[in-house]
């Protein structure tokens, strides 16, 4: 790893053309470290369990959705006829009816938040954002570029926003409005803020709008028993976003974003690309579409099912093996962020443990199997053993 802004010297980009041998060595030797190292990379939300090897034939051609993905353009490199099935798609799954919501693939969650909270603030202009404590850091940088006021309420032990305190926070803002941006899967602890109970509590300050952060677990819920209740089955929904290189495993980072249509009426054109665009960036990715596309049509609604309640199942089977070497493990309703008390930092270091405080946590994505928890948990228990066997005073 490597912590400087100067690069490995074997890295260095040179005056004259490298020897292609040697840029091949160097792309296959990273390639080969990634996958031999990800099986054992437990703390973070990225399905590594995939292949697109066999689509190469991608990587020969450029794919550009400039603008809207419903808007004609004169470029012909877009695979916007694509994006718009991905869109439609996920629309159904968030209890929308598709042909009410304007949606597209952004290049991650961060921007697919940013976009539905702007979508709120430009409807409520002197609403503040509010965020429970554990929503995501990048929260707090889209109220910084907005030059919004962003208010933290207080989440609860497990990680959910403080609805009591939410009230009260409101009615100190009385007329102003609130866009509330309510979370489905925390980062660290898998947390989901209750949606019904935040819309309620938010009129206290006058009308709301709330955005969804489900960039965790947008591909988990659809498949729960919360399933007709979640997204914008709820009417002071506006937006949300679901991170898609997460649960379903993606090569490259992307997300959907999804806003009910009449939200969504400033319309920019881009006189130069002659569509219309009320996107976020200019150029974005096709690839993503495309990719996107063919992941979930070739799972289809029942593959992700199971992918999510694979996914569900092998939470439980890691709360149950890490309480068997005794580091108290929990788990949130409907979640698969399992977490537990923070081991020493070279267990951390070797299963890339996600750490804040006194708890670490692993995610059980897709490419985590039972073996690997097993592997951790005799880690555990062989460090709890050496630290027995260490302590002072023992004899
Ligand atoms: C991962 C995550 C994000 C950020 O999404 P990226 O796709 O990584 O930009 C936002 N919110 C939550 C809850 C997340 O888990």
């Given at each position: 790893m490597?912590?400087?802004n100067s690069s490995?010297?074997?890295?260095?980009?040179?005056?004259?053309?490298?020897?292609?041998?040697?840029?091949?060595t160097?792309?296959?030797?990273f390639?080969?470290?990634m996958?031999?190292?990800a099986?054992?990379?437990?703390g973070?939300p990225?399905?590594l369990?995939?292949?697109f090897?066999?689509?190469?034939?991608l990587l020969?051609?450029?794919v550009n959705?400039v603008?809207?993905?419903?808007?004609?353009?004169?470029?012909?490199?877009?695979?916007?006829?694509m994006?718009?099935a991905?869109?439609e798609?996920?629309?159904e799954?968030?209890?929308?009816?598709?042909?009410?919501i304007?949606g597209?693939?952004t290049?991650?969650g961060?921007?697919?938040?940013?976009?539905g909270?702007d979508?709120g603030?430009?409807l409520?202009?002197d609403?503040a954002?509010?965020?429970?404590?554990?929503?995501?850091?990048?929260?707090?940088?889209?109220?910084?570029?907005?030059?919004?006021e962003?208010v933290?309420v207080?989440?609860?032990?497990?990680?959910?926003?403080?609805?009591?305190?939410?009230h009260?926070?409101?009615?100190?803002?009385?007329?102003?409005g609130?866009v509330?941006?309510a979370?489905?899967?925390?980062?660290?602890?898998?947390?989901s803020?209750?949606?019904?109970?935040?819309?309620?509590?938010?009129?206290?300050?006058?009308?709301?709008y709330?955005?969804?952060?489900?960039?965790?677990?947008?591909?988990?819920?659809?498949?729960?028993?919360e399933?007709?209740?979640?997204?914008?089955?709820?009417p002071?929904?506006g937006s949300?976003?679901?991170?898609m290189?997460?649960?379903l495993?993606?090569?490259?980072?992307?997300a959907?974003?999804?806003c009910r249509?009449e939200m969504?009426?400033?319309?920019?054109e881009?006189e130069?690309?002659?569509?219309?665009?009320?996107t976020?960036?200019c150029?974005?990715?096709?690839?993503?579409?495309?990719?996107?596309?063919?992941a979930?049509?070739r799972?289809?609604?029942?593959g992700?099912?199971?992918?999510?309640?694979?996914a569900?199942?092998?939470?439980?089977?890691?709360v149950d093996?890490?309480?068997?070497?005794?580091?108290?493990?929990?788990?949130?309703?409907?979640?698969?962020?399992?977490?537990?008390?923070?081991p020493a930092?070279w267990?951390?270091r070797?299963?890339?443990?996600?750490?804040?405080?006194s708890?670490?946590?692993?995610?059980?994505v897709?490419?985590?199997?039972?073996?690997?928890?097993?592997?951790?948990?005799?880690?555990?228990?062989?460090?709890?053993?050496?630290?027995?066997l260490?302590?002072p005073?023992?004899?």
């Amino acid at each position: 790893m490597y912590w400087s802004n100067s690069s490995h010297p074997s890295l260095r980009i040179d005056r004259f053309p490298a020897p292609e041998e040697d840029l091949l060595t160097q792309v296959e030797t990273f390639v080969s470290g990634m996958r031999d190292e990800a099986p054992v990379v437990l703390g973070y939300p990225g399905n590594l369990d995939f292949s697109f090897s066999h689509l190469a034939g991608l990587l020969d051609i450029f794919v550009n959705n400039v603008g809207d993905p419903g808007s004609q353009e004169t470029s012909a490199v877009s695979a916007k006829h694509m994006e718009r099935a991905v869109v439609e798609f996920m629309a159904e799954l968030a209890n929308a009816d598709p042909a009410a919501i304007y949606g597209y693939v952004t290049a991650g969650g961060s921007e697919a938040n940013l976009f539905g909270l702007d979508r709120g603030c430009a409807l409520l202009p002197d609403a503040a954002i509010y965020c429970s404590a554990d929503a995501h850091y990048s929260i707090r940088k889209s109220a910084r570029l907005m030059r919004r006021e962003l208010v933290v309420v207080n989440s609860d032990r497990y990680g959910s926003m403080d609805v009591a305190q939410l009230h009260q926070l409101c009615r100190r803002a009385r007329g102003r409005g609130a866009v509330v941006l309510a979370t489905v899967g925390t980062t660290m602890t898998g947390a989901s803020d209750d949606v019904a109970a935040i819309a309620e509590a938010a009129t206290a300050a006058g009308e709301v709008y709330v955005h969804v952060d489900a960039a965790l677990n947008g591909l988990i819920i659809p498949f729960t028993e919360e399933r007709d209740r979640w997204g914008f089955a709820h009417p002071s929904v506006g937006s949300l976003a679901v991170s898609m290189h997460k649960a379903l495993g993606m090569p490259v980072a992307c997300a959907v974003a999804l806003c009910r249509s009449e939200m969504v009426q400033t319309r920019v054109e881009g006189e130069y690309i002659s569509a219309t665009d009320a996107t976020l960036s200019c150029s974005r990715s096709g690839l993503a579409s495309v990719l996107l596309w063919y992941a979930l049509a070739r799972k289809g609604a029942a593959g992700l099912a199971r992918n999510a309640w694979r996914a569900l199942d092998m939470a439980r089977y890691a709360v149950d093996r890490l309480q068997q070497v005794g580091t108290n493990p929990w788990l949130n309703p409907l979640s698969i962020v399992v977490v537990f008390d923070r081991p020493a930092e070279w267990v951390c270091r070797r299963f890339h443990l996600a750490t804040d405080g006194s708890y670490a946590h692993l995610v059980t994505v897709g490419h985590v199997t039972t073996d690997v928890i097993d592997e951790l948990c005799d880690a555990l228990a062989a460090d709890a053993e050496s630290r027995r066997l260490a302590a002072p005073g023992r004899r």
